[in-house]
């Protein structure tokens, strides 16, 4: 193993230094292992048969062909996959007199173009493929429904039995007097916007490799996955068996996005069959599946109503908001968008309405933001709709509805707390870095000259960092220390953050430490790496895990030097008494001490390790603000953005190269949303952009330089003030970029348009002015 380069300090720490990640060698020198990468004897393969009908009935399922191929195991169909399972997969209860079912194979109907009716397990993978071409499914096909609005209609087909409606479920949040508001306000603003359906499009696709050992009465599961404990409870829920007879591994994870954090049906299979068979199973996603069948991202249908002063002050606002989820799950990521409809300006005065409605389309889920950039974009498209109807100044509307930063913590009209926040602070750092005066004279002058320029803001504020998480921090009698966390890194480079953390907590160099994660039978009960909460959460709980350590360490250097603990300090790889750094003793000295077989000093408890769980009083709230400049050409209608500048704050920053890092890929998905990516289905519910030739994943050639820049604004609510940083690409780039074409348009007439601004669409506006 190649010896790590030693870190570099900043100020005397390493919390707020750029350390290089500390697990990237392995991965650019091709050396990672992904699930598929794991290879097991006497492996079963499985392929999945799925429906070509968004909507059918299945008539019959004839598998004698493919199981009469050599090296078939078995061909799996609905029906008796429930006979290997002790629980149902039954979703929580949504409205009154609805639930959900699904298993992971289909038994009756079909509800998307992609629902799995049957599964073939072979010997190899190319024999389940054979096979799988050689099972006869008779559907009839039935009428389906795409998008939301459309099968809220009293003529739309019902998905499901017993059901009045589509509605899954219904959000509803109501503050102050909203009639007054409207009543008296001068000025009423109205947007209708929609928010486009996209693919995470990970590098790696999802994957499983489970093994039951019967013998062990053990069962294994190497998984592409974000929550790796979720998978473990799970999955020994649906089997019947011990938790603590299952493991849950999640490997090297190429990309995740938050549509890898739930347990997928096709990962409940392959544990089930594994489990049945006693035999090890794997499935690896091809491409295609992953775009028909892995998790959708966003699809929204908003409509807002703003009572508005004079001045550009929001008096009062209504929000209705259609979220599309799809055949299954009902996914209430649409309620994180309720739950932020009034982002970061001061509105007392809401009513806030936001329905789940299920289609015959691919389910829905979590995506990078999950909620919350659908927020942004919709207040940030009204704010500006404002500043045109009473020709005011963007910028000054924004300032005229924020949260004043003397006013944290705050309790919005929603009911959320956020925890802290100096929004006119960030607006005033983005404006300077792209000098904000002198940019408007700019495109003035290039407009006189026949250039469709303009400049948009896109201001955000999230809330992150759920739940609660876990650390163990474990010192061995060679003074290494070794980290156990109960989040799931897969990209973000906890790795390396959480090591500084410890690092500057005991006074040693981060090369002594090495943290472990993603395994359950060796890291603390965790919830896992998504909505921004890796560090705030999981780096909450180091940071108590090592403090408690640290204490430890000075009751032991304490009784060796006979002081009082209170005055011991720890630095440079030595516990020392202050004012007195002659007088100390090494860290490697004291752990050995700690292990000794007899003679511990002081008789304290042997050993150093300490277990700490963290859960904050309340979430923490990333805010920032995006400017965008672009300049469209009149022939392509193609959108070209010359600047972007970034301003975002994340409370105390651990690492700025992690940090820069997470806004460059926030940044490039944010981009591809506004301007490219685009799930598309025909009528019929038959997907379009079911290939990476048919939908536009974003290069890094089409960016501009991200010009980048943060504020720092510590949250109460954290041990080390850190909040989230990682979903600040995707909610602050839309609303910018999308305001920054309307502000070029906006001298032909052009008042609205939906994302993604694809070259095609803009052309077709110019030629309509």
Known sequence: MAVREPAARVNGTYVGAPVKRVNDRKLITGHGRFVDDIVLPDTVHVVFVRSPYAH????????????????????????????????DVVHETLLPGRHLERYPLSEGRVLFAGDAVAAVLADSLAIARDAAELVHVEYNELPSVIRQDTALESSAPILYEGWDSNTAWHWHVEAGDVEAAFNSAPHQVTVDLLYQRVASIFLETRAILAHYDPNAEELTMWVSAQAPHRVRTTVAGLLGIPENAVRAIAPDVGGGFGSKGGVYSEYQFAAAASHHLGRPVKWIESRSEHMATTNHGRDQMQHLEAAVASDGKIEGLRVTVLSNCGAYGAATVGQRTGIMSTGPYQIKNLRTDVYGVMTNSTPTGAYRGAGRPEAAYMLERLIDRIAVELELDPVEVRRRNFVPADAFPYKGATGALYDSGNYAGALDTALEMLDWDATQKQIQQEREQGKLVGVGIGFYCEFAGPGWDSA??????????????????HGQGNETSLAQIVADELGIPMEMITVKASDTAITPQGVGTFGSRGTAIGGGAVMLASRKVQDKVKQFAAAMLEVSADDIQLKDSRAEVIGAPDRSVGFKQISGAAHAMDGIPGGLEPGLDAQSFFKPEGRQFPFGVHLAQVEIDRDTGEVNVTRYIAVDDCGTIINPLLVDGQKHGGLAQGFGQALWEEVVYDDNGQLLTGTIMDYAVPKANQFPTFELGSTVTPSPFTPHGAKGIGEAGTTGAPPAIVNAVLDALRPLGVSAVDMPLKSEKIWRLLQTT
């Open 56 to 87: 059918a009935d299945i008539v019959s399922i004839d598998s004698s062909a493919a199981e009469a191929l050599p090296g078939v195991v078995s061909v799996v169909t609905g029906s008796e996959i429930k006979t290997w399972m002790a629980a």
């Open 472 to 489: 163990e921090v474990r010192v061995a009698p060679s003074g290494s220390v070794t980290v156990m966390t109960g989040i799931s890194p």
